[in-house]
């Protein structure tokens, strides 16, 4: 019997902010390696999530959230997304089937004519919606673009993701294995560890601050008796926004590193320290140059 053959590639995942693509794709890898929170634009970087079965390796792209700019981070993060689309075999199409067709949709929807890419409909949050609801909704969206495949899914339960998975094998071509079957991520440690300190800071902060965060890490290192230290700088564009991450007595900033370790020790596998420090950087979201320094460089 001839040994079926192996097939690899990559695949974006767009949609507009806050659909449940971090979710999706934390779901498919089995571990968390993109940052969820419930406030809109979490992820600002291309997450390379790597997926491997038997017969298949699946990198996929989690970009940013597709959004109307309000500065040139968000610029950057919206030209981020769009490029990523030429570089992949397949683009899946996230949307909230809970919220229905929205304006957001239909903007991404007019981006994804001008590709070749086979785009697939993800219809995320089915958990949310009555069966007879995703009929008529799925007609609607067959109106927007010449879908390659519809595929209900709730990526928070994992229902129909497997069928997803094997869907998105009929679009990869006869490849190598990039990765090591085990490895989940190309992204550096220090990256994801900086993800993971920024994405409890948004879930513990109020609106005027999550978004003019960014988080550093300055030095990481195994230390002689195993523990791996790591010393992490929080960008902050105001002195208010210092005082309400470091909070009454430290007590927030504190709260960020105990929860933020406890899930940089699952990802290392090991006990850590950590030094957390805020600074201020002002009107950062705009100076071209601080972000290059933080790694949101021109695409």
Known sequence: ??????????????????????TLMNQVIGQKIA??????????????????????????????????????????????????LGEVEAALFLIDASEGMGGGDRYIAEQLKNIRTPVILVMNKIDKIEPEALLPLIEEYR???????IVPVSAKLGSNVSTLLEQLGNYLPEGPQYYPEDQITDHPEQFVCAELIREKILQMTREEVPHSIA???????VQDNGVVYISAVIFVERDSQKGIIIGKQGALLKEVG?????????????KIF?????????DWRNQDRVLRDLGFGRE
């Open 215 to 221: 988080v550093t890490i300055e030095d990481m290192k």
């Open 1 to 22: 019997m001839k040994k079926q053959a192996f097939k690899s590639g990559f695949v974006a995942i767009v949609g507009r902010p806050n659909v449940g693509k971090s």
């Open 143 to 149: 109106k927007l673009h010449d879908f390659a495949e």
């Open 35 to 84: 940052i969820m929170s419930d406030k809109p634009q979490t992820t600002r970087n291309k997450i390379h999530g790597v997926y491997t079965s038997e017969d298949k390796q699946i990198v996929f792209l989690d970009t940013p959230g597709i959004h109307k700019r309000q500065s040139k981070l968000g610029d950057y993060m919206n030209q981020t997304a769009l490029n990523t």
């Open 274 to 282: 950590m030094d957390l420090w805020v600074k201020v950087k002002k």
């Open 258 to 270: 105990k929860r933020a370790r406890t899930d940089i020790q699952n990802l290392l596998g090991s």
